[in-house]
């Protein structure tokens, strides 16, 4: 077993129970792990036999795009799309941040944290 992750993922999105947030939009983080048999592809250097990173980044970012009001739902979009994708992985974490949330304090960010299976 090995872990595939990419880190630090930086979208603008729309997502918040704020009206502003709605509107302006923010700066968001997402850090993405995934808990996977690497030995084939550690034999073959054959990127069939391992997790496409593209593909990953490709759900995390259609997902961002997608206006939710909670970090949970947007969390959970990216966890089950990543499961039908690769449903031979059976554990991932997403951990999605929102920098500086209007929350009336200097908060450096907020984050929600997921794993699989749901």
């Known amino acids: 077993m ?41 034999e073959s250097d054959n990127l069939d036999d391992a ?10 970012k259609e997902e961002m795009a997608v206006p939710s009001n909670l970090l949970e739902h947007v969390a959970g979009r990216i966890l089950r799309r990543f499961s039908q994708a690769f449903p031979d992985v059976s554990g991932a974490t997403v951990s999605i941040s929102k920098l500086n949330p209007p929350l009336g304090g200097e908060v450096a960010a907020s984050r929600v ?4 299976p749901l």
């Open 51 to 60: 997790l496409n990173y593209q593909k990953i980044y490709d759900i995390v």
């Open 113 to 116: 944290t997921m794993s699989l």
């Open 2 to 42: 090995g872990k595939v992750e990419l880190c630090g993922m930086r979208f603008f999105a729309h997502h918040g129970c704020f009206s502003e947030e709605k509107t302006i939009g923010n700066y968001f983080t997402v850090d993405f792990s995934a808990m996977t048999d690497m030995r084939a592809a550690s």
